[in-house]
């Protein structure tokens, strides 16, 4: 069984920052990409920014040059810096890692996905 587990949520007021970790756990042989979502009430899920296991990073617009996504392949764990934080990015955050491959069948892999993490913005 493989799991996401995310932490880092909170509250935060306008133009602060917060910082969000998802560490994998499990049998794990490889992830390829690894990335975070976000849904705000009455909204659809929406992808934030993803990274693949070369470090290559793709951003949402609306969060391009306040958001950075970086990860750590040694401990399956892909971080989410929020800076200049503003009322709109309230929502819940989800990991999610679309192909993990596990160990004992390299050729088949799997979608995982975090629990959610709640961000709030506000003042």
């Known amino acids: 069984q493989v799991q996401l587990v995310e932490s880092g949520g909170g509250l935060v007021q306008p133009g602060g920052s917060l910082r969000l970790s998802c560490a994998a756990s499990?049998?794990?042989?490889?992830?390829?990409?690894m990335g975070w979502y976000r849904q705000a009430p009455g909204k659809q899920r929406e992808l934030v920014a993803d990274?693949?296991?070369?470090?290559?990073?793709n951003y949402a617009d609306s969060v391009k040059g306040r958001f950075t996504i970086s990860r750590d392949n040694t401990k399956n764990t892909v971080y989410l810096q929020m800076n200049s934080l503003k009322p709109e990015d309230t929502a819940v955050y989800y990991c999610?890692?679309?192909?993990?491959?596990?160990?004992?069948?390299?050729?088949?892999?799997?979608?995982?996905w975090g629990q959610g993490t709640l961000v709030t913005v506000s003042s």
């Open positions: 999610n890692a679309p192909r993990v491959v596990k160990p004992t069948d390299v050729f088949r892999s799997f979608e995982v």
């Open positions: 499990g049998s794990i042989f490889s992830i390829s990409v």
């Open positions: 990274i693949t296991a070369g470090g290559k990073a």
